[in-house]
Nanobody, 129 residues
Framework: VQLQASGGGLVQAGGSLRLSCAAS????????MGWFRQAPGKEREFVQA????????YSADSVKGRFTISRDNAKNTVYLQMNSLKPEDTAVYYC???????????????????????WGQGTLVTVSS
């Protein structure tokens, strides 16, 4: 299974970026997907998640109303649209695919790291003030 994240970069506060994560090696539509981030010196934290069909999404309070997760099962790709970016959003962003049996149904908590079996390499987002 491979997850390839892209779309990071340098943006001014208030700006927008869209991250993409292309998946291969498993039936993409059978699994929920998530985005996490890790800032320097901090632990990896949950950002947003989406169920297999895209019918339900979950968000950390810190990004609610600013970020939007979506997926295109025909393209095996999950997206993270980030608007109104803040300097505190600066981090490496990781996409992840859930463990077998967790599609949205069968998941304990999509905000938990251990729900995810496969991780992308990360893409750096830097927001300048």
């Amino acid at each position: 299974v491979q997850l390839q994240a892209s779309g990071g970069g340098l943006v001014q506060a208030g700006g927008s970026l869209r991250l993409s994560c292309a998946a291969s090696g498993r039936t993409f539509s059978s699994y929920a997907m998530g985005w996490f981030r890790q800032a320097p010196g901090k632990e990896r934290e949950f950002v947003q998640a989406i169920t297999w069909s895209g019918g339900s999404t979950y968000s950390a309070d810190s990004v609610k109303g600013r970020f939007t997760i979506s997926r295109d099962n025909a393209k095996n790709t999950v997206y993270l649209q980030m608007n109104s970016l803040k300097p505190e959003d600066t981090a490496v962003y990781y996409c992840a695919s859930t463990r077998t049996g967790c599609s949205g149904y069968g998941c304990y908590d999509l905000g938990l790291i251990h729900e995810y079996d496969y991780w992308g390499q990360g893409t750096l987002v830097t927001v300048s003030s």
